[in-house]
């Protein structure tokens, strides 16, 4: 890969200026105005390349502007964008046929967004069971709105906007005793992420899934899986939940679902459903988005993306083991969700490599998230690694 030395040029300035004065500066960003993609590579306005390890945060999973992913959402915003739920269109009921056979659930529901789809798992737990509050594991991430952050860990986040939907309520990750003393006659769901993302790629053990999975069936207590950063072939399997072999009672997606395009849903298992008027959203399931997902979904079974996955995050993992980064604490992951903790802040590192022509996030701080799009190459690989071991 050729050098690149990243200074602002007028045409980057220019739109950095304009965000500064006129969008709330509630995001920290890279100093880099994006242009193009395709495939694992974007382009930024000056037409440098990078290799995209960020994927949008996990969103990306079938590459930047994947021709089918392109074409069909060309082809039905010609034919329908928007109608509401108010009617019935063909491309929401097959998608939600699909969603029922990929996750083995039973029904769905449909929003736009991962926070949104937390909001109805837990509006779901309490209808359904009557109680109010939920369990939620240390260092989590649900999403933003008021419900999601009340289950949501770091103090950051909560603190200056509660009082929240209920009071702290977290317990140690991997520990089913702790879910157990935790749960009460108010307890609703206890909800958890089956591979923390922003937590800093925390990956429970599969017998503390089946543990808690067992706890919640004793005491009556609804299991939601929070799956919006781990579903559609992340971790190597449509969703992580197969790699315990737990079921949830609730799970939710997001991210990927729409191959960038913004969507989210809840999938329940039988018995557990919204009926009519208990819940919404104008936007959820219109059939522009579903549209997307469903070529989303069908690009990753034509190209074989699971099995993909798992093999390039494999190698990618095998290769990250070896090289000598200094600082190194541990380097972890299933399929193309890896972190590689360091005993220091990586914020550094992620400029250098930016630099160099590779985007990388921190999550947690001190975790590198390397989570690509799931059709990247050994070679592309190869290079991330060669940036990494100069780092
Ligand atoms: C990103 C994320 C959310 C929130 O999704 P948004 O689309 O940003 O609202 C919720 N849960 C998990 C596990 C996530 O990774």
């Not at 969008?23 to 440098?48: A, K, T, W």
């Not at 995209?52 to 034919?79: M, R, Y």
């Not at 494999?314 to 083991?321: A, E, G, I, N, Q």
Request: proline share 3%.
């Amino acid at each position: 890969m050729t050098e690149q030395v990243i200074s602002r040029s007028s045409s980057q300035e220019a739109v950095i200026q304009k965000d500064a004065k006129y969008v709330m500066q509630n995001y920290g960003r890279q100093q880099l105005v994006l242009e193009s993609g395709d495939g694992c590579i974007v382009r930024d306005i000056d037409g440098r390349e990078y290799i995209d390890c960020v994927a949008g945060i996990a969103v990306n999973n079938v590459g930047h502007s994947h021709p089918k992913l392109v074409e069909a959402i060309k082809k039905q915003a010609e034919k329908l964008i928007h109608v509401s739920n108010l009617y019935y269109t063909a491309p929401q009921a097959e998608l939600a046929e699909k969603l029922v056979e990929i996750t083995g659930m039973s029904r769905v529901f449909f929003c736009n967004s991962g926070t949104e789809a937390v909001e109805a798992a837990m509006k779901l737990a309490r209808v359904k069971t009557g109680k109010t509050e939920f369990v939620a594991v240390e260092h989590a991430f649900h999403g933003r709105t008021m419900g999601a952050l009340s289950i949501t860990y770091k103090e950051i986040y909560r603190n200056p906007f509660k009082p929240l939907v209920q009071e702290e309520k977290f317990v140690t990750s991997n520990d089913a005793e702790a879910v157990a003393n935790a749960i009460t006659d108010k307890t609703a769901a206890v909800i958890i992420e089956p591979i923390q993302g922003e937590g800093g790629i925390n990956i429970p053990s599969d017998a503390y899934l089946r543990e808690v999975r067992r706890i919640c069936d004793e005491t009556g207590t609804l299991l939601i899986f929070d799956e919006v950063q781990t579903g559609f072939g992340r971790t190597g399997k449509w969703f992580c939940k197969e790699h315990s072999g737990v079921q949830p009672d609730i799970m939710t997606m997001a991210k990927a679902m729409g191959g960038g395009f913004p969507m989210g849903a809840i999938a329940a298992r039988e018995g557990i459903a919204f009926e009519r008027g208990q819940h919404a959203a104008t936007f959820g399931g219109n059939p522009l988005a579903c549209a997307a997902a469903l070529a989303s979904i069908d690009i990753i079974e034509e190209e074989g993306l699971l099995r993909h996955a798992t093999e390039m995050g494999d190698y990618f993992m095998s290769r990250l083991k070896k090289i000598s980064l200094e600082g190194v604490v541990d380097v972890r992951g299933r399929g193309l969700m890896i972190g590689v903790e360091l005993d220091r802040k990586c914020a550094d590192i992620v400029d250098f490599a930016l630099q160099k022509g590779v985007l990388l996030n921190c999550t947690s701080e001190k975790v590198l998230r390397i989570a690509p799009p799931l059709i990247i190459t050994k070679e592309q690989i190869d290079s991330v690694v060669a940036v990494l071991e100069q780092a």
